[in-house]
């Protein structure tokens, strides 16, 4: 019985170590489809990943109204717009709406039929994400299923190479 007893008290520490080393997955690994997430739009109504245009690829863009590198790749991404043509881009903020429609209005939103912009200031999208910097791009399939994810600054050509798949 002695033997057991400290057969026990030695390996214990080791099995508890390794079952916090573990690192759980971020959620959309462990769910890799498009979140559900309720979203407001510019003009107060709310959509999900239901309104989102079927059998076509998506680019989920979480973004800072205040975020200089945010900035830099949404004007880069609109300018090159055509190399996105059959994508929709579901621009997500965790600001609120007012502060979102600036960035809207500035940016001239309404004027891109394939972007969609919209707010998540429960902020639940960072941690569905486990967004540290911004901005985050999560690209999905035509199928909604996840493909590959950015955080922080990434190249146009990166985002287009997995797109084009």
Do not use: W
């Not at 109204?65 to 090159?80: G, P």
């Not at 039929?113 to 998540?120: Q, Y």
Request: charged fraction near 25%.
């Amino acid at each position: 019985m002695r033997n057991v007893f400290l057969f026990v008290l030695c390996c214990l520490p080791m099995f508890l170590k390794a079952q916090s080393a573990a690192p759980s997955k971020p959620a959309y690994l462990q769910f890799p489809v498009i979140p559900a997430f309720p979203l407001t739009m510019v003009d107060g109504h709310t959509i999900t990943k239901n309104d989102l245009r079927k059998n076509e690829k998506t680019m989920v863009f979480i973004f800072s109204v205040d975020c200089d590198h945010c900035k830099h790749l949404t004007e880069e991404m609109l300018k090159n717009l055509d190399k996105f043509k059959r994508t929709q881009i579901l621009m997500i903020t965790p600001f609120k709406v007012e502060q979102m429609k600036e960035y809207y209005d500035h940016y001239n939103i309404k004027n891109y039929p394939n972007v969609i912009m919209a707010s998540e200031p429960t902020r639940q999208i960072m941690y569905f994400y486990d967004l540290h910097y911004f901005p985050g791009l999560y690209l999905y399939d035509k199928k909604q299923q996840f493909i590959k994810g950015f955080e922080g600054t990434v190249k146009l050509d990166s985002l287009v190479h997995y797109l084009k798949k």
